[in-house]
């Protein structure tokens, strides 16, 4: 079936095995592999399984608590995996919490017909200038060590971020390493704050800045590192290939977007309003699915040509909030669907829903495992020019296709009947 990942082999009703790559080198990577063996389902099952395996990490389904309000501290975590999300992403860390200090308000919503501030009217975006985590670093760790030993066939990934040294990245990694999480999300693309410090969306949106940082990270990382794309950029896929070509296993996205989430008109202070100013802050939620989908596109279709051989992973990001939404996602390429902002809003149990909803879609379409169709709908975009083109070449050939009969002389004996049911309209 259509897939982003290296070639494979399937036979019958046998597991699909799917290797990975080897050499590290590159970047003063040992040859050894931070990733295992790819092992899928057997076809043979006809329920729909959701588990999936991704850059040797096996997951049982690929709801992914994004890092975030969510994966906080060591309770919220713990409620995430007894919930039933496939892996949990925490909250970024650094090496000094005690620079990073949150403000409050720190939210604030749009609705579906109503103004800015409306009660009334259904969610459809969420802004928020929230920073990364404020706890110590050493306490976050503790409460990793603790979920493994806990769930330690669950998969929790550390989000990690650090300024511009070398030698401080190298530290948080070897810390983080040390506390058994199983693999390391790197957060180049938070939008608000972060960049004043020459963090987050300041690395993911310079390019030469990035594959520094990323040769770094991937020089020192045992476990396997996806790199988080900032959507705040005019083509998402000049930081998503470095990323890959550096080393990273895999890229998410798409972080939050750049937004002003609007003014008060009875005020007219800016929202979220903190003593009466505000700051740009990042933008979730329902609108920007359609977004996401378009940067998730990009990346897929630049993986899937200059990747296709490498067994490389994509995580979807963004308004994510029923089982369809991470199907479109999937059918982009996506092996795994991140939420954030809809754990927020609707709560742990939200995965439950998920499940049941992108199971019904796989029973509606016959599909058996994740990987039945993920990237199946991405050969389906191509170029305004080609769709052009494609148009003229149909239009001309249902104008060879004679409809109906234009003058009593074209009626013949043969194909009376055929010729009748041809100018009929209500078939």
Known sequence: MASLSSAHVRGGNSSLLQFPKLNRSNYGRTSVSRVGFRVFASDAKQEPDLSVTVNGLHMPNPFVIGS?????????????????????????????????????????????????????????????????????LETMLKEFKQLKKEYPDRILIASIMEEYDRAAWEELIDRVEQSGVDAIEVNFSCPHGMPERKMGAAVGQDCVLLEEVCGWVNAKATVPVWAKMTPNITDITQPARIALRTGCEGVAAINTIMSVMGINLTSLRPEPCVEGYSTPGGYSC???????????????????????????????????????????????GANTVQVCTGVMMHGYGLVKKLSEELKDFMRKHNFTSIEDFRGVSLPYFTTHTDLVHRQREAIKQRKAIRLGLQSDKDWTGDGFVEETESMVSNQ
């Open 68 to 136: 975030g309000p969510p994966g906080t501290n060591y309770t919220v975590m713990k409620r995430a995996f007894d919930e039933g999300w496939g892996a949990v992403i925490a909250k970024t860390v650094s090496l000094d919490a005690t620079k990073v200090v949150n403000v409050t308000p720190r939210y604030a919503r749009l609705r579906a017909g109503g103004t800015n501030g409306s009660a009334k009217g259904e969610i459809i975006g969420w802004q928020n200038i929230e920073l990364i985590s404020d706890r110590p």
């Open 286 to 332: 329902k609108a920007v699915h359609p977004i996401a989908l378009g940067k998730v596109m990009n990346i897929a279709q630049m993986m899937k040509s200059e990747f296709a051989d490498k067994d490389y992973s994509l995580s979807g990001i963004g308004g994510v909030e029923t089982g369809g939404d991470a199907a479109e996602f999937i059918l982009l």
